[in-house]
């Protein structure tokens, strides 16, 4: 009976630590893929932009959240390959502390934005504002201008509450002419002829008007707002999904540690 329980004790160590290997190593491959991914964008921007229609500032802060999170995935899979198939307990335990660390993140994370989401909103709010009331002072236009341009053109509105938001610009309040951000004109407020005929007369960024703004008249707050609803429950269901991989990969590694033996507590284990 002893005899079987050690040999089933030895085939449940072996399953799990080479499951832990298997899944760990698809982990630092993935990270090695977002990583090169993430380099890629920050070197060829120019024709991620021209594909994807996005601005520059947005690709940048793109290439360094996948840089970092492939930074991060490759050290996970790499403590737990190593970990898991030379059966080092120091290597576990660094790998299950991430782990653990990353849970309790995505938990503090998640109640914060809930807890503070109206403070939230202010500053994303009085970011915007600063945004606007400095739109076009430099020419040509700088990453967060483009990336502001990028958001009015995509959501279809214009300001953060109204488009009245803009008559606080610096460059509108000083111009001599009627001008409007260019990112904000609705197209179907004139033909194609007379759009054509306003894309370039006006200082960077700006489009030159003749009486009233042909622009949207409707803020972004609630655009920004609708397209959160609209994908909150892909983004929650993909942290449920990640947060319960956590514990269960957590719960191994804590199964796979208890189960060495205490010969096996080595640093570093060649034969």
Not at 8 to 23: E, H, P
Not at 161 to 187: F, H, L, T
Not at 201 to 230: H, R
Request: charged share 15%; hydrophobic share 40%.
């Amino acid at each position: 009976m002893g005899h079987e329980g050690k040999m089933s004790r030895k085939g449940c160590l072996s399953v799990t630590k080479y499951f832990l290997f298997i899944f760990n190593l698809f982990f630092f491959i993935l990270g090695s893929l977002l990583f090169s991914f993430g380099l890629w964008i920050l070197f060829d921007r120019n024709s991620f932009a021209s594909v994807l229609g996005s601005s520059y500032y947005a690709l940048k802060v793109w290439s360094y959240i996948f840089c970092g999170i492939g930074i991060l995935t490759m050290l996970i899979g790499f403590l737990g390959c190593l970990g898991s198939l030379k059966e080092i307990k120091c290597m576990l335990g660094f790998y299950f502390t991430f782990l653990l660390l990353l849970f309790i993140a995505q938990i503090t994370i998640g109640i914060l934005i809930y807890t503070q989401r109206n403070q939230l909103r202010e500053t994303v709010g009085d970011y915007v504002h600063g945004i606007i009331d400095t739109y076009g002072s430099s020419d040509p236009l700088s990453d967060h201008d483009e990336s502001w341009d990028f958001v009015q053109e995509q959501l279809q509105c214009c300001g953060w509450k109204s488009y009245r938001d803009w008559e606080g610009n610096v460059v509108i309040r000083n111009a001599s002419d009627q001008i409007y951000p260019c990112s904000c004109r609705n197209m179907s407020q004139f033909d194609q002829s007379e759009a054509n005929s306003t894309v370039s007369t006006g200082p960077s960024g700006f489009c030159s008007a003749q009486g009233k703004w042909p622009v949207y008249t409707e803020g972004c707050t609630d655009s920004v707002e609708m397209w959160l609803i609209n994908n909150i429950i892909t983004v929650v269901g993909i942290c449920l999904g990640i947060a319960l991989l956590e514990l269960c990969l957590m719960m191994l590694s804590m199964f796979l540690c208890r189960t060495i033996d205490p010969d096996y507590y080595k640093l570093t284990r060649y034969s």
